[in-house]
């Protein structure tokens, strides 16, 4: 099936935070810094008595300006985002998040398009990346 990409919406907001934590699990664990899958799983964590209140705050964050995002679907299942946001002096790309199984395939790329497009030209565009995220360098 073709992957497709289009603008995300308040509903999607759960399944961006799955594949934000499938790939940070998948990416993130690094011995040399101390940093543990464990670690990572307990970031993610919510209690139940906040869960409610995290997932009404994403579905905000997807739908409130200065932030855009994008999703890339496979079928129905959200493979991928990109969520960016306007600031006074440069355009930030927040986040930008591929399921590991479809990594390498073009995905990422086609959601950067997409907010490199919004964005426009005239301020510079930053884009974060872990120091030993080599893949994504």
Request: some cysteine; aromatic content about 10%.
């Amino acid at each position: 099936m073709a992957i497709v990409i289009h603008e995300a919406t308040p509903d999607h907001a759960e399944a961006i935070r799955e594949v934000q934590r499938h790939t940070w699990i998948a990416t993130y664990p690094n011995a040399e810094y101390g940093i543990t899958k464990a670690d990572i799983e307990a970031w993610f964590y919510e209690t139940p008595e906040k869960a409610p209140i995290r997932r009404e705050q994403r579905r905000q964050s997807v739908a409130t300006a200065p932030f855009h995002a994008w999703i890339a679907m496979d079928g129905e299942t959200v493979v991928g985002f990109c969520m960016v946001k306007q600031e006074q002096q440069e355009h930030l790309v927040q986040a930008l998040y591929v399921l590991p199984e479809y990594q390498g395939q073009g995905v990422g790329k086609r959601l950067l398009q997409a907010a490199l497009q919004w964005f426009g030209a005239g301020k510079e565009i930053v884009l974060n990346v872990a120091s030993y995220n080599e893949k994504a360098m």
